[in-house]
């Protein structure tokens, strides 16, 4: 956790914040014996401990009241990225309840201010139940929040093919089988100079395997880093070459 956050919000969202990552942090430690939730991680330990249960189904039953919000320090580096870069038009595969939601429309509204630019947050949750309890912390937090986000709820494969804007910033906090479906599906709409973030991708490299392949092969176009983020935190930037 940094020492002193770059966020600018009211003090009231600044208060929600922190009370949301201490929730997401004590419940993922309940969940794996790691600490860190990872859908590789989850379904190995599941296969281990209940042999006779279907993994897939045990792992969406767990999930569906847990937050697994991006970490603190992570989100505070997106805040700034997307100051630093002027992004307004960011998309958010994997919502949940909407904490890294908050800080992204933050950052968007203050590009947006800043530099006069039109832009939005699409956020994309699957679970109806996630998508109103991520709604009422955005209501929590007033109009500086609500009104940047556009919230997509349904399978974000369709909901994202349609009226997407040209993207400035991809946000992959999302279970690792859905990365690389979710990035191919969004790549058309990436400008030149996007950014593409993938979470845990050290801890979860295996589930990401794919992914990681595929940001890393010269012909996609990406130049890539793992930033030094407890379990990974991948930054890809898309350079390529004709577009």
Known sequence: MSSQSPVEAPEHVLRLLSQLHKVSLEQEA????TGKVTYSGVIDELKES???????SEFDTIMLDKFIALDEDKCHFVYQLINATGATNVVEAGTSFGVSTIYLALA???TKAATGKSGTVIATEKELQKAETARKYWKQCGEVVEREIDLRVGDLLETLKVDLPEVDLLLLDIWSVLALPTLKTVLPKLRYGAVVLADNTISGAKGYADLLAFLRAPENGFQNTTLP???GFEMSVYLPRTK
Do not use: S
Request: hydrophobic share 25%; charged share 30%; no cysteine.
């Open 30 to 33: 309940t969940i794996t014996k």
């Open 50 to 56: 209940q042999p006779d249960r279907a993994p897939k």
């Open 108 to 110: 968007v509204a203050k």
């Open 229 to 231: 983020y407890t379990n």
